[in-house]
């Protein structure tokens, strides 16, 4: 079966810096979304990051210019650096990505805590 394990957490102060990183594992034939979303408390979870396959890049308002997703196809990897990171930015991250291992279904990470003091 497909997995999708979660890394890069932790506690950071306002205007420091994280590197985020999910990588699939199982039989995998393709992936053509790879994406992050977070939750903080309380709160709907949202788009923050997503790369499509043979598209362009999209990132939410709040986060353009401070965040960057980028992909490792052949570890199956997607990575999330987050630079100047605000209190705001506090919340579970979770990686997600549309996975063909034949069949197309989408998978989730675990998610990683990620918190920023003021």
């Known amino acids: 079966q497909v997995q999708l394990v979660e890394s890069g957490g932790g506690l950071v102060q306002a205007g420091g810096s994280l590197r985020l990183s999910c990588a699939a594992s199982?039989?995998?034939?393709?992936?053509?979304?790879m994406g992050w979303y977070q939750q903080a408390p309380g709160k709907q979870r949202e788009l923050v990051a997503r790369i499509i396959s043979g598209g362009g890049n999209y990132y939410a308002d709040s986060v353009k210019g401070r965040f960057t997703i980028s992909r490792d196809n052949a570890k199956n990897t997607v990575y999330l650096q987050m630079n100047s990171l605000k209190p705001e930015d506090t919340a579970v991250y979770y990686c997600?990505?549309?996975?063909?291992?034949?069949?197309?279904?989408?998978?989730w990470g675990q998610g990683t805590q990620v918190t920023v003091s003021s």
């Open positions: 199982g039989s995998i034939s393709n992936i053509n979304v």
């Open positions: 997600y990505m549309r996975i063909a291992a034949p069949v197309w279904n989408n998978y």
